[in-house]
Each structure stands twice: as C-alpha cells, then as structure tokens.
C-alpha cells in the first residue's frame, strides 16, 4: 500500500487495493443489466417447502464449507478483518449495496471497496450467509468486476444456495461469458426459480455436454412455450449448436433489438458473436469492463472495455500495460491505438529520459488535461524516471500518473522540485503532494491554500481544503475557516455522514469503505460535494486506512 508497498489493483482476482430494486420479482425475457436483474430470483417458497427440497441434496456437515464466513481475502492476503463490517445488521448493510449506483466516483475508492467485498468478513446477523454472498457479488458486478463476482459466488456449496443467490449466479455466469457454468447450478435453480434463464439451460448444459438429442428435445420445447423469444432464443440456439455433434447453423441479426441484456452480453460475447457499439449506449460502463475480461474476444475486441475497466479500477497500471502488449502482439491493432502501444513501449524501454518523458506525453495526450487511461498506463514508467530539472508541468503529470497505481513514494521524491517550481502546472504539483504524498512533504498551510485556490476552479479549491481537512494536514480551525471562505461548511451533517463518522469511530473499515461508495454516486467529480470528500476521507484516516485516503484525494486533485 502507499507508504509500504504500492498498492496494485488485480482485476478479476483478490487484489489490494440511490437507484432503488423493485419489491416484487421482474419476469425476464430480459434478463436486464439494471439492478432489477438481480431480482429475478423465483416465485417463493414457504420455508417448510425449501427445507425439504434442500434436505434431498444436503453434503453431509462436516462437507460444507462454513457461511460464517466466505470470501478469498484473509488479512494475509490484504484482505479486512473478519469483523470488518463489526456488529451491523445484515439487512442495513444488504440494503446500502442494493441502493448504491455502481459504479461510483473514484477508481480508488472502488478498489478498496472491492477489497472489503471481496475479504472474508464475518457473516452479519440476521442475514443468511448466501443472500450475503449474493449482494456483495451483485455490487461487484454492476462495479465492472465480473470476475470478482465470480469467485464470491464460487466460495459457497451448491447446496447452500438461496433462490437469491441462484438469481445472482445467473448474471454472474452471463457478466463473465460463461454459460457453461451455468450448468453445475442448473438442476439446483430449476427447483426453486421459474427464471427463463434457468430454463434454458435444459438446452444449453446437454449441448455442452454432447447430448445434442436433450438439447435440440429441451430447446424444441422452449420454443413452443415461448420461455423465451427473438434474439434471446435465437442466441441460445447458437450455444446449442456449436455443442458436440451439433448440426444447428444460426445467424444472429441485431436490427430490431433496442438494448443490450446481461443475456445478450453473455452469450453473444461466449459465442464471439460481435455486439454494435450503440447497444453499448444502452447500458453503464460497467458493461465494457465485463467485455474487457471476456476470454472468447481478441485483444482488439476487448480494447474499448480495456480502457473503461482501467478507468473504472477493475484494471491495475500493471494489467493495462500487459493487455496493450497483447494487443501488439495479436497484430491488426487500429491506427490510434497502435501509436499509443508504440508511444508506451517507448515511455518504459526508451534510451534516454528525454526519449521516454516524450512518449509519454504522447500517451497523455494533452500535458494540461492528460488522458486519464494514459495516467495509469504510465505509471510504473514515471516511477522509473530519475528526479530531474523538468518543467512544473511535466513532473505533475509524472506525479499524477505515479498516484494511479500507489507509487506514493517515488512521487514524494518529486517535492524538491515542487519547493522551486513556479508557472504552469506548479499549483497542480504542490496540491498532488500535498494530499498524496506519504507525510507532509511540502509546505502546507492556510497561506499556501489560499493561494492555491485564488487561482483554481473554485471547486477544485474546496476538494483540496476538504482533502487536507479530512488527512488533520490542516488543523480543525484552520480547515473549518478555509472551507467557509469558499462556500462549503466541513461541520455540516446528513444521515450518511453520521454513519459513516459512526462507523470509523467503531474502527469498522468494511462499512466505512461501503459507506464512501454510497457517498460517491456520481460519475462525475465535478458533482461530488466537497462535504462528501471531507467525511470519506476522514473516515478512512481515523481507521487507518490513509494510504487510500490520500490516494482518493490525489485522485480528485488529477481529475478536476
């Protein structure tokens, strides 16, 4: 972590780092990307009936893999503690990842909140330990991270699930492109949900499995019943056909459809079957981060959903270096994309400083307001840059792209020149240290705040007063003083700042790092209030969390 070690977020594996759901199930056909989906989970049963359906497929005890507590993160592995999320009731916590619009504000904020979903925390009270599982994975999947998601739904017995939790699968399975496992589920959903999807794997799992009479049998079957209609049939269709000893040639045609499902992603993408870009516009981004990770498409393919899923955190600086080494060597790469591979092999293997310093500015694009993606994917490469007489601008930009991925102390390095820099892109340089860096590495006071915000976007002036409130690098009178000479009360309270405040005075990291999400329903930094930015990062100061903390503030001083 910053300080110690860079933290480097691993997408789709364990790694470091409000729209409201409907009471009443949804009937597909849709199998919709919104948060309705993950409500399709089946007409109830009463307790007596589930108990008795489950009791024919009970592992013995000693078989089963505990519910108290599930997750792949231990503290070894820079997962949270177990109590992480301490003694708050499942149905709250259940409810604030239901309602949070995902995905949030800051990459960073997100990584961590990836963490804590993704650690091996203490199953809450009054709440089963499967519908726990289930809404963790279904936050993580409209966060971009389908394979995080995955490997949540992957940690319970098949035995243990809840008509949740199998309605969660569903769109885990569809969001990682892999129908086929589907399959291991399919007899264990079919008894308690009358989803369509489920319904159709009668057709798809003996497809995969060769038996292409039960396939055609089953898909034959769902035709005449209209389980499903369309495109969505004629996608299943195809699955069944590139099964075993399959003679079914289908053609997928996309003219009369209007939006994209988790359905239609997941099958189209396992088949390799192209989508149009404008079905894309029909759903959040956190669609193309899925796309980004899909194992049937080429790098070519995957390379929008690249970008977003690095944006979005779901990509480490590490894993989008590697991809665009990929997609150099797939060949065929799109001429603006094949300049940016070129530029970046350059910006880490160039002969000399000057050689690099400008491939990097190539892969950033415009020096005043660098491409973000191209922040991240020179990280590493800043870091590599021996400290040296550059201009303001150009050692904000290294410092901006050192932050991406927690090189926090190569970019402390940089303050000797912050100390003498004056013109473009000093003012920027002093805020990224100022909140970023390890300790206070360059002069921080009211004065020097002031004189930074005269000059700045007014709301970049308040983040920053906010950011150093939050860090006690300002102390509270002079924090409180700034933040009303520009237009925002640091003492002012809501519903959520309470609990977020309550939650790091019990030292719960988990619900802190849960509740800076829900304070961070925007894509926009420039709608996020200075107030929200003050609390999150307060709260994750006062549980030891700072390493994130100035990482989330260095974020908003580089995309403001």
């Not at 089953?218 to 075993?244: C, H, M, P, S, W």
């Amino acid at each position: 972590q910053p300080g110690t070690q860079p933290p480097r977020p691993a997408p789709g594996t364990p790694a470091p780092p409000v729209g409201s759901t409907p009471a009443t199930p949804i009937v597909p056909p849709s199998f919709a990307i919104t948060d309705e989906a993950g409500d399709n989970a089946a007409e109830p049963m009463s307790e007596e009936e589930l108990a008795a359906e489950k009791q024919k497929y009970d592992l013995p005890e000693n078989a089963h893999r505990s519910l108290d507590r599930v997750g792949p993160l231990t503290p070894e592995q820079r997962g949270l503690a177990p109590n992480a999320f301490g003694a708050q009731s499942g149905q709250f916590l259940a409810a604030l990842m239901k309602e949070t619009r995902a995905p949030i504000t800051s990459r960073w904020a997100s990584i961590l909140l990836r963490r804590a979903l993704l650690s091996a925390t203490d199953t809450p009270r009054d709440i089963d330990g499967a519908d726990w599982v289930a809404e963790r994975a279904w936050l993580l999947l409209r966060m971009g991270e389908a394979d995080s998601a995955r490997l949540l739904v992957q940690s319970v017995d098949s035995d243990r699930f809840t008509p949740r939790l199998y309605a969660i699968a569903m769109q885990t399975y569809l969001a990682t492109a892999d129908p086929a496992g589907l399959c291991p589920l399919s007899a264990g959903a079919l008894r308690f949900s009358k989803e369509p999807g489920w319904d159709m794997t009668r057709a798809i799992c003996p497809a995969l499995s060769g038996d292409q009479g039960s396939a055609s049998g089953a898909l034959n079957q769902a035709q005449r019943r209209g389980v499903v209609r369309g495109i969505d049939y004629r996608l299943a269709e195809k699955v069944v056909g590139t099964g075993f000893n399959a003679r079914r040639s289908v053609k997928i045609e996309w003219d009369a459809v209007d939006r994209l499902t988790a359905w239609r992603f997941g099958l189209a993408t396992a088949l390799n079957v192209e989508i149009p870009d404008d079905l894309y516009a029909t759903v959040g981004p956190h669609v193309r981060a899925w796309e980004a990770r899909a194992p049937a498409l080429s790098a070519v393919r995957r390379l929008p959903g690249a970008e977003v899923a690095a944006r979005l955190g779901v990509f480490s600086s590490q894993a989008l270096v590697g991809f665009y080494s990929q997609l150099q060597s797939d060949g065929d790469v799109p001429a603006n994309a094949a300049d940016r591979v070129d530029a970046l092999r350059t910006a880490y293997a160039g002969s000399g400083t000057d050689e690099r310093l400008q491939a990097m500015r190539t892969v950033w694009q415009n020096e005043a307001r660098p491409d973000f993606v191209g922040l991240i994917a020179t990280a590493r490469a800043a870091a590599a840059l021996p400290v040296s007489e550059l201009s303001a601008r150009d050692a904000a930009n290294l410092v901006a792209a050192m932050f991406t991925a927690g090189y926090d102390r190569g970019a402390a390095q940089w303050s000797r020149l912050a100390a003498q820099a004056d013109g473009d892109g000093a003012a920027d340089l002093w805020a990224l240290l100022a909140v970023g860096a390890p300790s206070a590495v360059v002069e921080i006071g009211s004065g020097r705040v002031s004189s930074f915000a005269k000059d700045a976007n007014p709301h970049k002036a308040q983040m920053l007063i906010a950011a150093l409130a939050g860090l006690s690098r300002l102390n509270a009178q002079d924090g409180a003083a700034l933040a009303q000479d520009y237009g925002f009360d640091l003492a002012a309270a809501s519903r959520w700042s309470r609990a977020i405040d309550a939650a790091a005075g019990r030292g719960e990291k988990g619900s802190v790092a849960l509740l800076a999400a829900v304070g961070m329903q925007t894509a926009d930094w420039n709608r996020l209030p200075a107030f929200h930015l003050y609390h999150i990062v307060a709260a994750l100061h006062r549980v030891g969390l700072d390493p994130e903390a100035r990482m989330i503030a260095a974020e908003a001083m580089t995309r403001l």
